[in-house]
Structures are given as structure tokens and as C-alpha cells.
């Protein structure tokens, strides 16, 4: 053993010694704050959101080969990369150097906003590229399948790979047959020349090509090492934990014997995950280190033979090899396993991951195990003691101890039989989203009939998701032996099975009836998957099946992907250096890819900082008994607690209307409310103490949670709010027909990529504190920070380099923690950091509102509906935020685009024992909109109407008035619909839909379309105030300073296009710095679609202050430079700074009259989405979806739709996918991106085409333009209602004609269930109030 072991590694082509390596350091931390190598974010620390994408090379002296691969540096234990070469971000390019093509076309494809999630996309692609120069649009999506975007939507990501695919342009798609280039874009013509619109956001011809010769080497020093060095076991040990990496087979088994307990690391994704959130701790770890012997691929006589130490991204690859190579009837295992690895996690999980630490972990959801089990896989064990076989079968997955490994085996490697002929094995799953995402329930199936005997010789069933571990069906198998292969054996399974498997009601993970139902349905599907190959086998002896049931078979997968974007070109007369109106990339684009744009975290350590970590209330509504900080303050490095007592005075702010305490005192009111928090020399130490604080409380009653509770118990804030318009009771009475109904809409989780963060430093001078916020409110920060030290704002200064996103989330959560933050500063007068890990984040900050809607409207039998009352409940949690607002603007928006002549609508905010809800991008809108909208498809199917010609009916028409009486002009919103109509092919897809639905029984297509009327401006002329500053300094160069944020939106970009535009400066003589309270004072929060707009105003103001001072010299010298004509203004002695001011728009909104005029303009959009379901499992993919929008004139294209893609993709996953689950007690279970889960690149539609309508209107707005960040969410939407369409005609076809109540999210499991049918008849219901359930919906 090398005791004194060093660890030798290279970090993009330098050599890394480490002597004194902390064994549980991971590689993203030591990246990070060691070698100060900050463009590889954290995201989750978790392996989810692939912010932390690193490539490894490794080269196996055995092979002679060096194999790259992507992996997440937050699960990779420091020392676990002895010999390995890492690449970042930093590593393949850079500003200073040169950049990297995928560097470069990331950012000149308009493909990060935020640019949180830019270093691991371009790490994936670099990787990708690395192993295949010329991939195809699989491979494609497959490599970037394990990195979230919450910004972009991904069409730009994706447009800036394809380039690098060899049929770049093309949809690839071979479906039907037609190829993208082949035709126009959905029957539109071509563009001619002359054009006025533009269908290109980039220019591919200036792109730099892909050159692989100039990749890094990988380092010869390793190669030799890893050839020549003696093999020697590494022990490296550290405080607490003592990490060994035996290099020979032998060293690992004596390693073995003597540390049985230890895990053997190989992947870490599952003991990575288990130390990291529950809390598990290891002393000693083995971590074997090339170790050929498990590593074999051995073809042998009955099957092939897998090292347990090959990745699972080895295996995938092994095993499409054999499935080429063999005949098919012995490759069935082989396949269904390939099935399973092409959707398991990401590329980098599969390519950490290892098939020993796969079938070892057991995980309750394993997609192979369930495989292996029936595909009656042998293990091979091995000790000191000699080897054995051992199968992989139920009492192995069920860890029974005579059928598991002994502590001082190891498994070496795994034999999976070929397949017979007649022998059949299929896999299935579902989960809430295609790819990336754990099962809800999966499931191995085999069955081997004699030589035409038809009667089943052999049967295996295995599931997960149903049980602590993989369940084998063993008993029902047994029962059906010996049975023909007909319907009858079907329903004789499906009995059999539902009863073997047990899931009680209250079985942890929830959805239990729908996982009841998943048992049976995938019985079906294999049954007929089965069928289908006898009947191809032996087609006299087997019947065919009926062909409308043959849609049960193929799985729903999106593949290839194309997209169409259009806008309206510039005015030819405009002045060819004007950038206005043009798409220009993003003034961070190029530093967000290659890791160089600094984010809070990434900002280098001030002398002697602190960490600060919170501790949080575990209960909903509890007395706090008695704080014990004894122990947490004991722990080494841990310098203080802030309790409520340091506060004593200042522990409460006022944000708006209603003080809010910063610290939980005497009682909490929700899971997660801040109760106090440990500062410490580092961030372990913080956060180690912080678990060591005991709290004692006294549960308090009642416990509200739900909007019914709050109803039940009068549990409100206050004021009610109404607005009414004409005469509602009266027109009830003229109506043909009346419908009543309800929507209920969950919450979302902001998940901005970047976590709350913040940086406080006291200055040591005149009480001064600086504090660096990722925020959306820096005034709001400065006020509250000035508050809580006593001290005037004018010493408290807030600065905002860029956020990593924020949609609503980064205000006033964010102000309670930059106070304790700066408390705990200034009372240390040292630097304090705070940091939310991805789960605190999202238990803390809480997101968007849940909601019910109640709705009775009273129509004609043509559709048009003359009276509508309504109701909104939103589940405000427990302490106002913006609740309230968030109400009225839901109220005020909630008639969408229709014309109500009779309407009222009531709401009101609930209070909960929830964490308090807050704003989010839509601000009460998406919640409104969809419950009008579901009102209006209850409407049309009463009428038997199509919704869209409900919609149309009783659209607002040219010129009009909101219930509000404002005037409304919705001439362009008409045209956005009937563009929409067009471009989408409507009628003719609407009757290939139904012709679909028609020839299909188990899948159903869904098409809808739903516009949008988007009022934008704020309830305040004082809340849309902006300023700005802009100097020019002697050498012509010029700052601007303006009070919005950098979050995504690019705002800083269009300021610059504008400070450009009015000075006459090119745009690279422009330089923005960031946002500070310093130098723009009582500033707004940005939010509302606005912040480019209000400050372009400001800006424009001062550059026109400062062009009047300076066009008698410009005049004098129209030859002349900036820099001749800032020096002569220099001279002349005239000012070279100016500010700038917008008073904001009129706005006003009387509630006791029901009369305002509230918004400054309104946005207009339409969207057509296609959907196909699987009606057995609930799965659904995106076909397309069209968007027309009318955003007036555009001040950046490219940027505007950047901000409709990606708010359409938030909104679709707010109205599909993204599900919060709470427990009886109201603790948020969905904690991190494991268990929530937001779009991938899977997700998104096939065909995503946006077209821009003709500017029309002259507003009185930055240069006519419009602000669009928030409107493109609610046309998520329409994927909800093609959804619901399909749902219905599924409906329609088993008979069933009632009224469909689909609440929001329309998950998997509300698709399943909707569409009844004899499954979901058969599973067993628990009757309500029986059991406990494991979750409430909220
Ligand atoms: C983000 C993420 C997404 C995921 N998604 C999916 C998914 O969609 N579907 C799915 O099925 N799984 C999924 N997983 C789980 C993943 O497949 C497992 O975590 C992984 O296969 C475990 O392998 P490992 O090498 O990382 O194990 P490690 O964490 O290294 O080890 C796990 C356990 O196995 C033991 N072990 C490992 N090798 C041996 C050996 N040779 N002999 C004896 N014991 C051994 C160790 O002692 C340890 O107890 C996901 C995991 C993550 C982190
Ligand atoms: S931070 Fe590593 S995957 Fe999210
Ligand atoms: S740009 Fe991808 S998360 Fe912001």
C-alpha cells in the first residue's frame, strides 16, 4: 500500500499533485475553489442538471486506447481521478486565447440567456465532438439529454449543434418519408429574394470550423504512468474518511477483508447521492482503480459476460454491438436492456455509472434490474476466499443474506443468457418525463413457448417502482405456466399480478393508483407485443391483431427535431450601423461559453470570509420549545449562530404592505421557514454544524395547507378583490345553456439554474457594507440590509454582476437572506458567503401560486357566452410576499382575449402553512388564463363546438374594452390567430388528427390552439421609474449604467443597441459593467416584461442629453472621432455624463369602481400545439407547435425569441410535467431535480417554428418595441389543451361522454387515469379516509 499517496492528475493539460487530499472533497468544489476554475457551475450537486459537465480522459495500457467521456464533477470524488485528464470549459477556449468552435456557436446561435447552463452544454458537445466529429441529430440529443436549460428552451442549443452535423440543416426525418428540405415550411413558400422578413437569427459562413488536431492531448506523462508505474494500492486519508484504490484484483480483495463495511466506489452515482442527502457516512471507502478483471467482455458459450466495473455507457455500446452481431431470437435480452440504458439518467450518469454498482445498489426504480432478474442473469462473486455464482433473482434484489454478496465479496462480473428461439423478453417504463428521469413504474418481462406449442413454457415478471426493490411476480408466473397465449391468460395475469404485487394506498412515492394500473397496462403491451411476433413467426396458428390495436406497441419517443423561426428584417433606410432591430448575440454569449462571465459564487474569496448556512423549520405551524445550539457551536471552525435574540429590534421588514419577520421566533408557520443560521470558516463546516442544531417544537393547530383547508377555515388575506362588468345575474337569465366547473392548477418551482446566493463585506470604514446579490432587487436588498444593521442606505451598496436566472424568484426571499447574511458580517466584521444548496433553495424561496378556479358560465347553443362568474383561490402559504398582486393581476388579465359582456370574477389569497408564494414570470396570469380557458373547452364540448371556434367567437373584436374599461385595440391579436391558423395547416391537421385517432385505439393525437392577450405594465407610474447614467470617457469609449438586471432576458444587450442607436457609437465602443445601488439609486425591481423597455427609455434620455451637449462640436468636426470630439468637449469644458429618466406610464386601477387603466399595451400571440398520447401509459410527446406573436418592433430579434421559446417551454412544463408533491404535513418532498422535473431537450416539440408579426402599431414605447418576457408562457398552454383534446377523443371512443375535469399539471398519471378503460377499472381503489396517503395535492 502507498500510504503516503499522491494524487497525480491533469486539469486541462496541467499536472495537479495533491499531498494532503480530503478523501470526501468532490472534483466540482475542488475545481471550483483550488485551482479557482469557476466555469464549471453547481446546478443541484445531485448529477441532474449537468451544470457541472467536466470531460475525463483515462487510457487503458491495455488497450492502448483513450477513452473521453462527460461526467459531473459534483459527483466525482477528488480521488477518484488519479491518472485522469480533466477538461472545463476554461480548458478548450477562451477570450484570451482563442475560442472553441462550440464555444463560438453556442453563443453566435443566440444559445444561452443566462448562461448558467453554457459551460455544461458546451462540455457535453465538446465531449460528443471529441468521439464523434460528425454526429447525427441522435447522438446529438442524446449527449446533451442530462443538461437542463431553464432559459432558452433549447431550440437555439440545439440549432448551434446541428451545425456541426453533417446534414446540419436538415430534420433528418425519416418517418414519413419527407425530409425538411424537401419542402417548404408547412406549405409556405420560400423566402424570395427581397424579402422583408428574415428566417436566419445567424450567419453559419463565419463560423469557425471544427479542426480536431487542435484539441488538447491528451498528457503523455499519464500515459507512461499508467504503462510503467509500479501497481501500488493508494490510500489517501482525511479527517474523517480514508479513501483506498487498490490497482490489482488482489489488493481489492485483501482491501476487502479488512474493511467489509466499506463500499466500493465505482461510479459514486448512488453512494455519491446517499452521502450527500440522507446523510450516510462512510469512514472507509474502497475505490478500485483499472482493475482489468472487471472489465471483460467475454462472448461465451450461453451468453455474454460483463465486467461489473464497465460503465453503463460501455454497456449500452457492448450491447448494440452484439445485438448487430448476433442472430436476433438470442438477442432479446440484449435489447430490452438497450431500451432501458438509451433513457436512463444522462450521458454523464451513464458514463460514471457502473453495471456492478447498478445491480448492487438496488435501487427501488433500477431500469435493469427488473431486465437482468428475468432475463436469468448470473452474478460472479469473488473473495480471498474464491469464487462463486450467485443469481440475480428475487431473493438477491430482495437482499435476503443467503442470496446476497458477503461483505468481503465483490462483484466481478455479470453473465446474461442469450435468448432461445420462442423465448421473448420486452422492457417497459414511464416516468414523468422521457429521458433523465427515474421510473415510476418499470418492468421486465419474459416468456419462452416450446417449438410452436403456443402454451407458455416459462414466464417472468419483474417491476419497479412498486416496492422498497424490484418485484418478481414469481407466484403468478408460476399459476400460468402451461397456458395458451390468448386473452383469457391476459386477464387471468392481470388478476394474478395486481394481487402479487400489493401496493398499499399509502405506499411511499404516491400516484398509487396509477402505478396499479401501469402493472396491468404493461402486461398488455407485452402481451401484444408478444402476439404480434407469433403471429410474424407462425402466422396460420396465430391470429393478427386488430390493426387500430396495434398503436399499443410503439413507444412514444421524440427524435429528430427542426425548427423554423421568422421576423421582420430592418427598414432598408435604416443606417447600416444602427443595430436596432437586428439580432445581435448576446453581450455575455461568448464569456457565458467559455466560462469567463462571473456569477456571485464564482467571485474569489475575500480575507478571513465566512460561510453562513440556514437552519430551517421541520414543522408547519409549531411552537418553538428550545433552540440547542451546544453542539453546533462545538464543532470545529464554527464561529457563530444568528438567532431572533441578535436581531432583537430589527428581526422584521416591510417589503410591501405587511412586515415579514426574518428570523422564525417563537413559532414557524411553514417547513422551511428560517429559524437561524451558522456561520463558519467553510462552507463543510457551516453546513455539518447547521444539521447539529436541535430545535424543539410543540406542533400548533391548525395545520392549513391546501386552498380547501384555507376555505374550510376562513383562511385568507386580505382584501377580497372583485371586478365586474355589465350585468351578470340578468344575463344568466337569457342564456340557452349553463355549465359549472372547477380547474385546480399546482404550484412551480422557479428553478433558475444559479441558487440564491450572496456576498457580504463589510469595508471596515464608516460602518460601509458592499453586498454582491444574485437578485432581481437590489434597492429592495439595500433597504432591507440598511434596516436590519440600523445604519442609513447611503452606507449599504448592492451590486449585480448578472443573475443565473430568477423568473420572479430573486426578490424578497432573496432580502431575508442577504440581511442575516450582512448582520452576520457586520456583527464579525468579516465577509460572509451564503450559498443555497439546490434543495434548501427550493424549499426556502418557494415559486408560483397553486390554484383553484370555479367557474359557471352562461352561453348560447353557438358558442358565445354572455355571462361567466368566477372564482380564484391561490394558495398564498403562509405570509403575503406578493400575493395579493399576484391575485389582481390574475384577475385583471383573466378574460384573456375575450370579450365577457357579463362577468364577474372574485379572488382571493389563501393564507397556508406552505412557504409563502411569490412571483413568478406570468404573475398570476397562466393561472387565470388557464382556468378561462378550460371554462371555454367545457363550453364548446357542451355545444359539440371545436374550443377553437369558441375561442374565435368570442374573441375581442378590432376595437373594444377590457372588463376594466380600458380601450383595447386587438386588430393584431385577430391577425395572430389567423396567422397562427395558417401557418399551422390547421384544418387540414385538425382532420389528419381525427383520421389518426380514428385508425388508432391505445394512442390518440390531440391539436389545439389558444391565443393570448398579454397586458404589460406595473399598477404604478412610481413602479415603472427608471434612470439611468451614461459617461464617455476621452477616448470615446462610453458606460452605461442603467437600474435593471442581467438575469437571461438580455437587457444589458438591448441598452447597448440603444446607447448605440442614440449616440451614433458602434456597439463595441459600449461597455456595461453591471448593475450597482451606487451608481443608480431607488431603483425597480426588474420583472414584468419591462426592464428593457423602462431603462432603454432612461438611457435614451441621457444619450440625448449628452449628443444635444455635444453636437455643436460633432458639428464643427463631423470628420472626427469620439475620441476627438470627447477630448474637445473636454476642453470646452462640457459635461461627458449625463443621466437619464423615465417617470414611468400613467397606470391606475380603482377597485371600488371596477375601472382603470392599468397596462400600457398588450402583447398578442397565438400558439397551435399537436400532442400524441399513450393512453396505456400516459406518456405524450410533442409533435409541433406553431407560434405567432405580435411583439411591434423588435430591438433584438434574436433575443425576443430567445424570451418566447423559452418562457413557452417553462409554460409547458408548468402545464405538463413540472409537479410539487408535499406530505400530509406539508413537507415539500420534490426537493431537487431528482424528484422535479423541468423540460429537457427531449421534451420540446419536434417541430418548433415562431414567426414574428409585421410590426403595425406606432406605440408610445422604446422604439414601438414590446416587452416579451413573459407573454410566450401561457402558450404552454396549448400543449395542456392538445393534450386535453386527445384525452377527450380517447374518451369519446370507450363511450365516455361526461364532463373531463384535467387539472394542471395534465402529468402521465392524470392522462392514464383519464382515459378509462378495462384496466383501469380492474386495479383495486382504496376507499378515502382508509390509509394515510403518502402525499396531499396542494
Ligand atoms: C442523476 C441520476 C440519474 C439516474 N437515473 C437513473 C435512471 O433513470 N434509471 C436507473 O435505473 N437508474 C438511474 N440512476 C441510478 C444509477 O443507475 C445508479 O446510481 C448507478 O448505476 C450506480 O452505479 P455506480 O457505479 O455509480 O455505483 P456506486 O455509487 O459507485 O456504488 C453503489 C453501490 O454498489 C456497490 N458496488 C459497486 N460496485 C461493486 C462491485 N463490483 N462489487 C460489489 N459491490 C459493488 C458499492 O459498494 C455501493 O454500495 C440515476 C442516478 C443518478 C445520480
Ligand atoms: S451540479 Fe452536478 S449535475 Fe447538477
Ligand atoms: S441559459 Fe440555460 S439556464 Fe439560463
Avoid at 174 to 196: A, F, H, R, S, T
Amino acid at each position: 500500500m502507498d500510504r503516503a499517496a499522491e494524487l497525480l492528475f491533469y486539469v486541462n493539460g496541467r499536472k495537479v499533485i495533491e499531498k494532503n487530499v480530503d478523501p470526501e472533497t468532490m472534483l466540482l468544489p475542488y475545481l471550483r475553489k483550488k485551482l479557482r476554475l469557476t466555469g464549471t457551475k453547481y446546478g443541484c450537486g445531485g448529477g441532474d442538471c449537468g451544470a457541472c459537465t467536466v470531460m475525463i480522459s483515462r487510457y487503458n495500457p491495455v488497450t492502448k486506447k483513450i477513452r473521453h467521456y462527460p461526467a459531473n464533477a459534483c459527483l466525482i470524488p477528488v480521488c477518484s481521478v488519479h491518472g485522469a485528464a480533466i477538461t472545463t470549459v476554461e480548458g478548450i477556449g477562451s477570450t484570451k486565447t482563442r475560442i472553441h468552435p462550440v464555444q463560438e456557436r453556442i453563443a453566435k446561435c443566440h444559445g444561452t440567456q443566462c448562461g448558467f447552463c453554457t459551460p455544461g452544454m458546451v462540455m457535453s458537445m465538446y465531449t460528443l465532438l471529441r468521439n464523434h466529429p460528425d454526429p447525427t441529430l441522435d447522438q446529438l440529443t442524446d449527449a446533451l439529454g442530462g443538461n437542463l436549460c431553464r432559459c432558452t428552451g433549447y431550440r437555439p442549443i440545439i440549432d448551434a449543434c446541428k451545425t456541426f452535423c453533417n446534414t446540419s440543416g436538415c430534420c433528418q426525418r425519416k418517418e414519413n418519408g419527407v425530409c425538411c428540405l424537401n419542402q417548404g415550411m408547412n406549405g409556405l413558400p420560400e423566402v424570395e429574394e427581397g424579402d422583408e422578413t428574415s428566417k436566419k437569427l445567424f450567419s453559419e459562413e463565419e463560423f469557425l470550423p471544427l479542426d480536431p488536431t487542435q484539441e488538447l492531448i491528451f498528457p503523455p506523462e499519464l500515459m507512461i504512468m499508467a504503462e510503467k508505474q509500479p501497481q501500488r494500492t493508494r490510500v489517501f486519508g482525511g479527517d474523517r474518511m480514508t479513501w483506498i484504490s487498490p490497482v490489482t484484483l488482489k489488493d481489492l480483495l485483501e482491501a476487502k477483508v479488512k474493511y467489509p463495511q466499506a463500499p466500493v466506489i465505482m461510479g459514486n452515482t448512488s453512494t455519491g447521492p446517499a452521502v450527500k442527502f440522507k446523510g450516510v457516512f462512510h469512514a472507509v471507502v474502497i475505490s478500485p482503480d483499472r482493475i482489468e478483471e472487471l472489465n471483460v467482455v467475454n462472448y461465451t458459450y450461453n451468453g455474454l459476460t460483463l465486467g461489473a466495473g464497465l460503465s453503463l455507457a460501455q454497456v449500452k455500446d457492448i450491447l448494440a454491438d452484439a445485438v448487430l452481431k448476433l442472430p436476433e431470437e438470442k438477442t432479446q435480452t440484449y435489447q430490452a436492456l438497450l431500451k432501458h440504458l438509451r433513457t436512463l439518467a444522462g450521458s454523464q450518469i451513464r458514463n460514471m455509472a457502473s453495471l456492478g454498482g447498478h445491480i448492487v445498489s438496488r435501487h427501488l426504480d433500477s431500469d435493469l434490474n427488473p431486465i437482468l432478474a428475468v432475463g436469468n442473469c448470473t452474478l460472479n462473486l469473488l473473495s480471498k476466499e474464491g469464487g462463486r455464482q450467485i443469481p440475480l433473482n428475487e431473493q438477491f434484489l430482495r437482499k435476503c443474506p443467503s442470496a446476497d454478496l458477503k461483505p468481503e465479496e465483490i462483484l466481478i462480473s455479470v453473465n446474461i443468457p442469450y435468448s432461445r428461439k420462442w423465448e421473448f423478453v420486452s422492457a417497459f417504463r414511464q416516468a414523468q418525463r422521457q429521458q433523465n428521469a427515474l421510473a415510476i413504474v418499470n418492468s421486465g418481462m419474459r416468456v419462452f413457448f416450446g417449438e410452436g406449442s403456443g402454451t407458455v413454457r416459462e414466464l417472468s415478471i419483474s417491476y419497479g417502482g412498486v416496492g422498497p426493490t424490484t418485484i418478481c411476480a414469481k407466484n403468478s408466473c408460476q399459476k400460468l405456466i402451461g397456458r395458451p397465449w390468448n386473452e383469457e391468460m391476459l386477464d387471468a395475469a392481470c388478476r394474478l399480478v395486481l394481487e402479487e404485487v400489493f401496493l398499499p394506498g399509502s405506499a411511499p412515492g404516491g400516484k398509487v393508483e396509477f402505478k396499479r394500473t401501469l402493472i396491468v397496462s404493461f402486461l398488455f403491451k407485452f402481451y401484444l407485443e408478444v402476439s404480434q411476433i407469433l403471429k410474424r413467426m407462425d402466422p396460420i396458428h396465430y391470429p393478427s391483431l386488430e390493426d387500430k390495436y396495434e398503436s399499443a406497441l410503439e413507444d412514444l419517443y421524440s427524435r429528430h427535431r427542426w425548427s423554423a423561426v421568422n421576423y421582420q428584417n430592418v427598414d432598408p433606410k435604416q443606417l447600416p450601423q444602427d443595430p436596432i432591430g437586428h439580432p445581435i448575440m448576446h453581450l455575455s454569449g461568448i464569456k457565458h461559453a467559455t466560462g469567463e462571465a462571473i456569477y456571485c459564487d464564482d467571485m474569489p474569496a475575500v480575507d478571513r470570509e465566512l460561510f453562513l448556512a440556514t437552519v430551517t423549520s421541520s414543522r408547519a405551524h409549531a411552537k418553538i420549545v428550545s433552540i440547542d445550539l451546544s453542539e453546533a457551536l462545538s464543532l470545529p471552525g464554527v464561529v457563530d449562530v444568528v438567532t431572533e435574540e441578535h436581531l432583537e429590534g430589527v428581526n422584521s421588514f416591510c417589503f410591501l404592505t405587511k412586515p415579514e419577520k426574518l428570523l422564525g421566533s417563537e413559532e414557524v408557520f411553514w417547513v422551511g421557514q428560517i429559524v437561524c443560521a451558522v456561520i463558519a470558516e467553510s462552507e463543510v463546516q457551516a453546513r455539518r454544524a447547521a444539521k447539529l442544531v436541535k430545535i424543539v417544537y410543540q406542533d400548533l393547530e391548525p395545520v392549513i395547507l391546501t386552498i380547501e383547508e384555507a376555505i374550510q377555515h376562513n383562511s385568507f388575506f386580505e382584501p377580497e378583490r372583485k371586478l365586474e362588468y355589465g350585468n351578470v345575474d340578468e344575463a344568466f337569465k337569457v342564456v340557452d345553456q349553463i355549465i359549472e366547473g372547477e380547474i385546480h392548477l399546482g404550484g412551480q418551482e422557479h428553478f433558475y439554474m444559479e441558487t440564491q446566493s450572496m456576498l457580504a463585506v463589510p469595508k471596515g470604514e464608516d460602518q460601509e457594507m458592499d453586498i454582491y446579490v444574485s437578485t432581481q432587487y437590489p434597492k429592495s436588498i439595500q433597504d432591507v440590509v440598511a434596516s436590519v444593521l440600523k445604519l442609513p442606505a447611503n452606507k449599504v451598496m448592492c451590486h449585480v454582476k448578472r443573475v443565473g436566472g430568477a423568473f420572479g424568484g430573486k426578490t424578497f426571499r432573496t432580502g431575508i437572506m442577504a440581511a442575516i447574511t450582512a448582520f452576520a458580517a457586520n456583527k464579525h466584521g468579516r465577509a460572509v458567503r451564503c450559498i443555497l444548496e439546490r434543495g434548501e433553495d427550493m424549499l426556502i424561496t418557494a415559486g408560483r401560486h397553486p390554484y383553484l378556479g370555479k367557474y359557471k358560465a352562461g352561453f348560447m347553443n353557438d358558442g358565445r357566452i354572455l355571462a361567466l362568474e368566477m372564482e380564484h383561490y391561490s394558495n398564498g402559504g403562509a405570509s403575503l410576499d406578493e400575493s395579493l398582486f399576484v391575485l389582481e393581476c390574475g384577475i385583471l388579465k383573466m378574460e384573456n382575449c375575450y370579450k365577457f359582456p357579463n362577468l364577474r370574477c372574485r379572488g382571493r389569497a389563501c393564507r397556508t402553512n406552505l412557504p409563502p408564494n411569490t412571483a413568478f414570470r406570468g404573475f398570476g396570469f397562466p393561472q387565470a388564463g388557464l382556468i378561462t380557458e378550460s371554462c371555454i373547452t367545457d363550453v364548446a364540448a357542451k355545444c359539440g363546438l371545436p374550443p377553437e371556434k369558441v375561442r374565435m367567437i368570442n374573441m375581442y373584436k378590432e376595437i373594444d374594452q377590457t372588463p376594466y374599461k380600458q380601450e383595447i385595440n386587438a386588430k393584431n391579436l385577430t391577425q395572430c390567430w389567423k396567422e397562427c391558423m395558417a401557418m399551422s395547416s390547421y384544418s387540414l391537421r385538425k382532420a389528419a388528427v381525427e383520421k389518426f385517432n380514428s385508425e388508432n385505439y391505445w394512442k390518440k393525437k390531440g391539436l389545439a390552439m389558444v391565443p393570448v392577450k398579454y397586458p404589460v405594465g406595473f399598477n404604478s407610474r412610481a413602479a415603472g421609474q427608471a434612470a439611468a447614467l451614461v459617461h464617455i470617457y476621452l477616448d470615446g469609449s462610453v458606460l452605461v449604467t442603467h437600474g435593471g438586471i442581467e438575469m437571461g432576458q438580455g437587457v444589458h444587450t438591448k441598452m447597448i443597441q440603444v446607447a448605440s442607436r442614440e449616440l451614433g457609437v458602434p456597439l463595441s465602443d459600449v461597455h456595461l459593467r453591471g448593475t450597482s445601488t451606487e451608481t443608480v439609486p431607488n431603483t425597480n425591481i426588474s420583472g414584468g416584461s419591462l426592464v428593457a423597455d423602462l431603462n432603454g427609455l432612461a438611457i435614451k434620455d441621457a444619450c440625448q442629453t449628452l449628443r444635444k451637449r455635444l453636437e455643436p462640436i460633432i458639428s464643427k468636426n463631423p470628420r472626427g472621432t469620439w475620441k476627438d470630439w470627447a477630448q474637445a468637449a473636454f476642453d470646452e469644458s462640457i459635461s461627458l455624463s449625463a443621466t437619464g429618466y423615465f417617470r414611468g406610464y400613467e397606470s391606475s386601477m380603482n377597485w371600488e369602481t371596477g375601472e382603470g387603466q392599468m397596462f400600457e399595451y398588450f402583447v398578442f400571440g397565438a400558439a397551435c400545439s399537436e400532442v400524441e398520447i399513450d393512453c396505456l401509459t400516459g406518456a405524450h410527446k410533442n409533435i409541433r407547435t406553431d407560434i405567432v406573436m405580435d411583439i411591434g418592433h423588435s430591438i433584438n430579434p434574436a433575443i425576443d425569441i430567445g424570451q418566447i421559446e423559452g418562457a413557452f417551454v417553462q409554460g409547458m412544463g408548468l402545464y405538463t410535467i413540472e409537479e410539487l408533491s408535499y406530505s400530509p404535513q406539508g413537507v415539500l418532498y420534490t426537493c431537487g431535480p431528482d424528484q422535479y422535473k423541468i423540460p429537457t431537450i427531449c421534451d420540446i416539440p419536434t417541430e418548433f417554428h415562431i414567426s414574428l408579426l409585421p410590426p403595425s402599431q406606432n406605440l408610445n414605447t422604446l422604439y414601438s418595441s414590446k416587452g416579451m418576457g413573459e407573454s410566450g408562457i401561457f402558450l404552454g398552454s396549448s400543449v395542456f389543451f392538445a393534450i386535453h383534446d386527445a384525452v377527450s377523443a380517447a374518451r369519446r371512443e370507450r363511450g365516455l361522454l361526461g364532463p373531463l375535469k384535467l387539472n394542471s399539471p395534465l402529468t402521465p398519471e392524470k392522462i392514464r387515469m383519464a382515459c378509462e378503460d378495462k384496466f383501469t377499472k380492474m386495479i383495486p381503489r382504496d376507499k378515502p379516509g382508509s390509509y394515510v396517503p403518502w402525499n396531499i395535492p396542494i
